[in-house]
């Protein structure tokens, strides 16, 4: 059973958790991230959905629910071992952005890390990502333009590379 710390409208802690499943009461929220990894010949990770989830076999980087206890950064770390067992460095990593989503109940936190590492190391977590590849950020232009990018990943557009 995986558990949320539940946060107010200011991204206070509010000492409560919350189960994934249940809905979040009126001015609740969670927290979530985005992990872009960035390669030293400029490529950027994307991540394919398995077709179970939503937004199936869409393209996306790797991400989740921070769970209680963790801070953003630790979540980050975890969701990109859990999904392609990848170990990040810390310091390879800086925030580029934090926003509260009220539609979603969430914050979301866009992480950046510039690490590179071939993709033979990766080992996929079939529940999640079926596929995963490096792509240039004119590609993910095109990718997005084609609508195979999970659509709330809009964002990237203004991100700082």
């Known amino acids: 059973m995986e558990t949320w710390d539940v946060y107010d409208k200011r991204r206070n802690k509010t000492n409560k958790l919350h189960v994934r499943g249940d809905s979040l009461a009126d001015g609740e929220y969670h927290l979530?991230?985005?992990?872009?990894?960035?390669?030293d010949?400029?490529?950027?990770?994307l991540a394919k959905r398995h077709e179970d989830k939503h937004f199936p076999n869409?393209?996306?980087?790797?991400?989740?629910?921070?769970l209680a206890g963790e801070t953003s950064l630790e979540g980050a770390l975890r969701e990109v071992k859990e999904e392609i067992g990848i170990t990040l460095y810390r310091s390879n990593?800086?925030?580029?952005?934090?926003?509260?989503?009220?539609?979603?109940q969430d914050f979301y936190d866009v992480w950046l890390f510039n690490q590179s590492f071939d993709l033979s190391?990766?080992?996929?977590?079939?529940?999640?990502?079926?596929?995963?590849?490096?792509?240039?950020?004119?590609?993910?232009?095109?990718?997005?333009?084609?609508?195979?990018?999970?659509?709330v990943l809009d964002y990237y557009k203004s991100m700082q590379w």
């Not at 979530?32 to 390669?39: D, G, L, R």
């Not at 010949?41 to 990770?45: A, N, S």
């Not at 869409?58 to 921070?66: D, H, I, Q, T």
């Open 121 to 151: 190391e990766t080992s996929l977590q079939e529940e999640e990502v079926i596929d995963i590849k490096w792509v240039t950020e004119a590609e993910i232009d095109s990718m997005f333009d084609s609508r195979c990018i999970v659509p």
């Open 41 to 45: 010949k400029g490529e950027i990770l």
């Open 58 to 66: 869409l393209w996306e980087c790797p991400g989740g629910s921070v």
């Open 32 to 39: 979530v991230v985005h992990v872009w990894i960035k390669n």
């Open 93 to 104: 990593g800086r925030l580029l952005k934090s926003e509260r989503r009220d539609h979603f």
